[in-house]
């Protein structure tokens, strides 16, 4: 099993970000996906989750309204749209299935003037 996350970057406040998560090693379409972040100092919180389908997605309250999760399932990817970003929103970004304890490398994201 392997995530592989890309796409952050530095950015000003209210600006966005597009991540993308390709996976490999497991049936993609069979699992739900969620995408974490951690902030240094902190401990990793989960931040967006969608089902196998797609078809029902639930944030935390911190990004609701400004972020979108969404699958490819002929792609084997799953991304992170990232719209008003916040300095609160700087962190390394992983996503990983909703069942085990899989981890890529995350992708870093710095919201900064």
């Known amino acids: 099993v392997q995530f592989v996350e890309s796409g952050g970057g530095l950015v000003q406040p209210g600006g966005s970000l597009r991540l993308s998560c390709a996976a490999s090693?497991?049936?993609?379409?069979?699992?739900?996906m969620r995408w974490y972040r951690q902030a240094p100092g902190k401990e990793r919180e989960l931040v967006a989750h969608?089902?196998?389908?797609?078809?029902?997605?639930n944030y935390a309250d911190s990004v609701k309204g400004r972020f979108t999760i969404s699958r490819d399932n002929r792609m084997n990817t799953v991304y992170l749209q990232m719209n008003s970003l916040k300095p609160g929103d700087t962190a390394v970004y992983y996503c990983?299935?909703?069942?085990?304890?899989?981890w890529g490398q995350g992708t870093q994201v710095t919201v900064s003037s």
């Open positions: 969608i089902s196998n389908t797609g078809g029902y997605t």
């Open positions: 090693g497991f049936t993609f379409s069979s699992y739900a």
């Open positions: 990983t299935r909703a069942s085990g304890n899989y």
